[in-house]
């Protein structure tokens, strides 16, 4: 499941990460008027979602041997599903292909997203070093 906040809701979310910080017991309530008490991993885990959704972000909910289609990866990436493929097929990312259809792993994704992501900042301050060392020697710059 994938979830990100609606505008109207942004002062909900404020409200559930400041309980979830300031309060240490904070509990549940049903309709019924049962309390159950948060467990800390659960408590932890909802505050971490609703501070990234606080922040604008896009929160997926899932198990660790969740599996995706090649199209809901591609969503989660910004990529086309062709492009997805191509990523598969080259190896780049591991999926399990039971029949026709190829499926990843969730956490194998993310891995993915994060790693792709640290190798563009890479990239990028390899461009900025190059593009203040032409200023220096009088060479090429290069362009992005």
């Known amino acids: ?18 309980v979830l910080e300031n309060d240490p017991q904070v509990s549940l ?13 659960l408590r932890q885990v909802l505050d971490a979602a609703a501070q990234a959704l606080l922040g604008g972000r896009e929160v997926i909910v899932g198990s660790t041997d969740t599996f995706v289609t090649t199209q809901q990866a591609a969503d989660f990436l910004g990529v086309s599903r062709p492009t997805m493929v ?3 097929d080259l190896g780049e990312l591991p999926c399990d292909r039971p029949a026709s259809h190829r499926r990843i792993r969730l956490t194998d ?20 070093t190059s593009d203040d060392m032409a200023e220096f020697d009088g060479g090429f710059a290069v362009t992005r």
């Not at 994704?109 to 900025?128: E, F, P």
């Open 1 to 18: 499941m994938s979830l990100t906040v609606h505008p109207d809701k942004v002062r909900d979310v404020a409200l559930v990460v400041d």
């Open 29 to 41: 309530i049903t309709s019924r008027g049962v309390r159950v008490a948060l467990p800390t991993g």
């Open 86 to 88: 191509r990523i598969l």
């Open 109 to 128: 994704l993310v891995d993915y997203k994060q790693k792709a992501a640290s190798r563009r900042a890479s990239l990028d301050r390899l461009l900025d």
